[in-house]
């Protein structure tokens, strides 16, 4: 089963500093927590994508035209969003309860000062599309 582990931030939920604000040591450090997390999740047959996304002042959004084929698009910072996606993995492993050990190893990455920043990550199972017949 495909699953997809979500860091997503709010306001309510980081409880840490942004890591804007974070020392170039501290960031080092928690960007090499992730490609050690990756490393592992490839060696056991498990990873199946994941990557870090830009911060949503970066952000699109696009909608069809109503009047022609030409897409709207609004583009950030979005003021009113108080919530983001920070990055993703999407994994293959065995069971819900495997999915959830995985979020739970992410969500220790470290932050300042080297603490683990017990992030909040959400877990959702990716859906197939049905058979033909």
Same mark, same amino acid.
């Given at each position: 089963?495909?699953?997809m582990l979500l860091m997503q931030f709010s306001e309510r939920t980081a409880d840490f500093p942004r890591i804007d604000t974070?020392? !170039?040591e501290e960031i080092q450090a928690h960007i090499a927590?992730? /490609?050690d997390t990756n490393k592992?999740?490839?060696d056991n047959g498990e990873f199946v994508d994941g990557q870090g996304l830009a911060g949503p002042?970066? %952000?699109?959004i696009? /909608? %069809?035209g109503a009047e022609s084929a030409a897409p709207v698009v609004t583009e950030g910072p979005y003021p009113e969003t108080k919530e983001f996606l920070a990055g993703y993995w999407i994994v293959d492993c065995d069971s819900p309860e495997r999915a959830i050990e995985l979020a739970a190893s992410v969500s220790a990455a470290p932050g300042p000062g080297g603490a683990p920043l017990n992030m !909040?990550?959400?877990v959702r199972q990716?859906?197939?599309a049905p058979t033909e017949e």
């Open positions: 089963m495909k699953y974070w020392t !170039p927590f992730m /490609r592992k999740l490839v002042e970066t %952000a699109k696009v /909608r %069809a !909040p990550i959400e990716v859906m197939s």
